[in-house]
């Protein structure tokens, strides 16, 4: 009898690679749409929907960036608060994601950013 082994790709059993490695393109940001589209659905019937984010790490982030974002097809609005396991800030006229973004790049925290006020992160 003759065997036939299958030897498969080793880089294909693992998740979050880059593309050059085998990764999928739209990788980085596919949790936080998928979540927004599911979101989109509970605040249709808003002109302008406000969000709070808890969590600033994988999906979070990209969340507040596709939702600050007015040419993401799936919906858009006004991002008020964002925290994370240490820190978080609110402003009621909305964050700038691109300043938080990298201010927390820089910080890693958002206490003393500047764009709102500093609330428990919970």
Do not use: W
């Amino acid at each position: 009898l003759n065997k036939i082994f299958f030897r498969p790709n080793p880089a294909a059993i693992v998740t979050g690679k880059p593309e050059d490695f085998d990764g999928i393109p739209g990788r980085d940001d596919s949790t936080a749409r998928g979540g927004l589209i599911d979101v989109q659905k509970l605040v249709k019937f808003s002109k302008e929907p406000s969000f709070v984010i808890q969590g600033y790490g994988n999906v979070g982030r990209p969340c507040v960036d596709l939702l600050s974002d007015t040419s993401f097809d799936e919906m858009s609005g006004k991002v008020l608060a964002v925290s994370d396991i240490n820190s978080g800030v609110y402003n009621s006229n909305g964050l700038i994601a691109e300043a938080l973004h990298d201010y927390y790049l820089k910080n890693k925290t958002f206490k003393g950013c500047g764009l709102g006020d500093e609330i428990a992160p919970n």
